[in-house]
């Protein structure tokens, strides 16, 4: 992995910058090292890496080793973190920082970056403040020189949570809290299928000693009936309102009981509320077998996920660019991420505003607990209540407003009819599905759906609504408005992709025409090659992606003991963003876009890199190609290309990965989004037909928030020839890939 690095007390032009993973471990730490050895190598910088965290800084010694390029090839799949972690009481004395600062000094170090938890930035916090001072000691005890003391006068830092709980403020996600959830989600997948054969309960355990997010997110994704977090503890008499509403489940045809314990989990008097005791309750008081099961340490374990792989690439490689940039004077930042974008938050803020909530949990001020997790947690604890609990009998009557799916599938499609379902039928409407699309609405193939009937859709892969890529044309539209009008169709929630979306354009073109028309209408973006308007990531996107990502897991390993290039396409049609985002979760070489062209000069460029790479060493080269980059430069050509260039040095294989990007199961990404997006549009279309209003939109985001854009404004946000966005994200992400994907001459 890297070498002992000697004692080098002499002047050097380069900066010197050191990396520790530190605290407990969480999946997506070796990307966040990976980016900060990489990005800071091609900025000119000497890297070093502190073994085992904190205490590898007192240590010193052969847990400070130079890194270089090769040093963090191949790690982006692994679990945990290669250079290890551990909290050190060492470190919390002031003797221990001082052989630290010691041992930094030694090596010219005088910035780090620190990924861990809060007590981890905030004891590096410390060091940086005590830096001057334990430098002044240093020199008194003649340890270091006055020059080497005035060379590294201040320590520059950067932190990047590492944290399975997803428990800082200033980031909308900790590295390893999305992988967390894949393992929870997986066991409760496997957990339901059991427990709906027996009719059993089960109480799952998850980590979250102080943060709800693990279990909040789990049951929804999960299909749990009830959840406890510390963050909002049940009112008085829970017990009874939990057991009612599990009765409730089984009466409306549910098969299994799964309830969500955080391991924080307290009543409002402060006691705990353990899963042992909640198993013996639901005994009790349902006369039902239950068991119990702790996930424990599995959450922390396994292969990270593809947002895990790509996020804590970015935060890496920006928690490295802030501090080779930062000055003496300058405040250590938190390098998180907010709506898919880097965001910087000063170090100390965020770590007190963190440790600010058990105590407003303590004093009971619950609001206040939740709103400072941020304001979709409160949101996604109510959308849960509503979706959780079979409506009551008893509510005034709504409207009728029917789902429709449009376009072709992607994963998350029934997510998101489940939970528009059930929120519709809390508020009181009835709730109708279309089967076949537009055609089937056509034929009267509509139905009411009840609480009971979309029971178990939320981890299921496909569209049980069934999907079509066909449009009803003009001439179908008279059609369609009588079948709106012969159901009697207040509201219309259409699920699905750019087809969906140009279709609904196309008939708002036409509304004043026809009667069926004047009803709200919102579109809910489901698609896997995310090339739609408003929304950073369609739902079906994330899964897709990680089906990429394991694909191309399973290629390098099957390529290890050869020389071997693969030439890898994924799907995304005229938009790359599977392409690059896959690119970049498993530490490509090369992607090929449409975006950019595929040009003769840089394929050129491409082979001189490969052959050369190869006869240095190298065993494997990875290029991935979204299908639609060039229309000549095939992935048949590039393979052609590449092959008669190797000379017989290695062998070129292609890799089409088709279809099963748009099959699995959603991944927990996709169905906690879903849901949200599913509960929102509900929500609008309900006050559209309380105010009177019959406005047509979709999904999008404004300053964070959810909110609804003008069905009329898509021509102006959509490039229609290519069928994607005008403004495309991650697009601005390609200098980091090349950064990270081309080492810099020696």
């Known amino acids: ?65 130079e890194f270089d390029w090769g040093s963090v090839g191949s790690i982006l799949h692994r679990g945990g973190t290669v250079i290890g972690t551990a909290r050190s009481a060492d470190f919390r004395q002031r003797a221990g920082r001082l052989k630290a600062a ?24 410390l060091f940086r403040s005590e830096w001057t001072g334990l430098l002044a000691e240093l020199v008194a005890a003649g340890e270091i020189t006055a020059e080497q003391a005035l060379r590294h006068g ?32 997986e066991a409760i997948d ?59 489940g089984r009466a409306a045809g549910r098969r299994d009981s799964i309830v969500i314990v955080a391991e924080g989990a307290r009543s409002r008097t402060g006691e705990p509320i353990t899963s042992q005791g909640v198993r013996d309750l639901l005994e009790e008081r349902l006369g039902e077998d239950t068991r119990v099961t702790i996930l424990g340490h599995v959450q922390r374990g396994g292969t990270p996920s593809a947002y895990d792989r790509w996020m804590p690439t970015l935060v890496g490689h920006a928690a490295a660019m802030e501090v080779l940039g930062a000055g003496p004077d300058d405040e250590p930042q938190l390098i998180g991420v907010r709506n898919n974008r880097v965001q910087r938050t000063p170090l100390m803020e965020a770590v007190q505003r963190t440790r600010d909530i058990p105590g407003l949990i303590d004093a009971g001020d619950y609001e206040g607990a939740m709103a400072a997790r941020g304001s979709s947690f409160s949101e996604m604890v109510q959308v849960f209540q509503r979706i959780a609990q079979v409506a009551p009998s008893d509510l005034p009557p709504g409207s009728r407003i029917a789902i429709v799916h449009a376009g ?64 009803p044309g003009v001439e179908q539209y008279y059609a369609v408005s009588r079948a709106l009008e012969n159901h009697d169709i207040q ?74 290039c693969f030439v890898v396409e994924v799907m995304g049609r005229y938009c790359g963003y599977l392409a690059f985002m896959g690119a970049l979760s498993v530490g490509a070489e090369r992607v090929y876009l449409h975006e950019q062209g595929v040009h003769l000069a840089d394929l050129t460029e491409d082979v001189r890199k490969m052959v050369a790479g190869f006869a240095a060493g190298r065993s494997f080269h990875l290029a991935i190609r979204n299908e639609a980059a060039s229309v ?51 929500d609008w279309l309900s006050g559209e037909i309380v105010a009177g209003k019959r406005d047509w939109g979709f999904v999008g985001l404004d300053e964070g928030a959810l909110a609804t854009v003008p069905m009329k404004a898509m021509t102006d946000l959509v490039d229609a020839q290519f069928r994607r ?17 081309t080492e810099p001459p020696e």
């Not at 091609?42 to 085992?52: F, L, W």
């Not at 089906?547 to 191309?552: P, T």
């Not at 966005?725 to 994907?741: C, G, S």
Request: aromatic content about 6%; proline content about 4%; charged content about 20%.
């Open 725 to 741: 966005p005008v403004d495309q994200w991650w697009l601005e992400l390609q200098p980091i890939m090349e950064a990270l994907a």
């Open 491 to 564: 509201a219309l929630l259409v699920i699905g992709g750019h087809r969906a979306y140009e279709t609904i354009h196309r008939m708002l073109q036409e509304r004043d025409r026809y009667p069926g028309f004047q009803i709200p209408v919102i579109c809910l973006p489901t698609t896997i090659d995310n090339n739609l308007p408003g929304w950073d990531m369609a739902i079906g996107a994330d899964t897709a992606l990680c089906s990429i990502v394991s694909s191309v897991d399973r290629l390098k390993q099957s390529a290890m003991a050869s020389r071997r």
């Open 1 to 65: 992995m890297g070498s002992t690095a000697p004692v080098d007390t002499t002047v050097s032009p380069r900066p010197a910058i050191a990396v520790l993973t530190s605290g407990g471990d969480a999946q997506g730490m070796n990307a966040v090292v990976r980016a900060v050895v990489r990005t800071a190598i091609g900025a000119g910088a000497d890297v070093y890496a502190v073994y085992e965290g904190l205490q590898g800084l007192v240590d010193g010694g052969d847990r400070i080793r």
């Open 102 to 125: 010691l041992n930094l000094v030694e090596h010219g170090i005088d910035r780090i970056v620190v990924i861990g938890g809060d007590g981890s930035l905030s004891g590096t916090d």
């Open 408 to 471: 072709g599938l992607a994963p998350g499609m029934n997510t998101a009819v489940r939970a528009a379902v059930r929120f519709g039928l809390s508020k009181g409407h009835t709730m109708l599905g279309v089967q076949g699309s537009f055609q089937g609405l056509i034929d009267g193939d509509v139905s009411e759906l009840t609480w009971g009937d979309v029971d178990g859709w939320v981890g299921i892969g496909g569209a049980e609504l069934g999907t079509s890529r066909a449009a």
């Open 632 to 682: 000549g430069y095939t992935t048949e050509f590039l393979c052609q290309l590449f092959t008669e260039e190797s000379g017989g040095h290695f062998d070129v294989r292609p890799m089409v990965l088709g279809h099963l990007q748009q099959g699995g199961n959603p991944t927990p990404y996709d169905r906690v989004h879903a849901t949200r997006l599913a509960a929102y549009c509900v």
């Open 190 to 248: 496997a957990l339901s299928s059991t427990a709906a054969s027996h009719q059993r309960s089960f109480v799952v355990e998850v980590m979250g000693r102080h943060c709800g997010y693990l279990a909040l997110m789990s049951a929804i994704a999960g299909g749990a009936d009830y959840v406890l977090i510390p963050e909002n503890p049940p009112p008085d008499g829970w017990e009874d309102k939990m057991c009612a509403r599990l009765r409730a």
């Open 154 to 185: 201040s320590l520059m830092v950067a932190g990047v949570v590492g944290s399975i709980d997803n428990d800082m403020v200033g980031t909308d996600m900790t590295v390893g809290a999305d992988t967390a959830l894949h393992r929870i989600i």
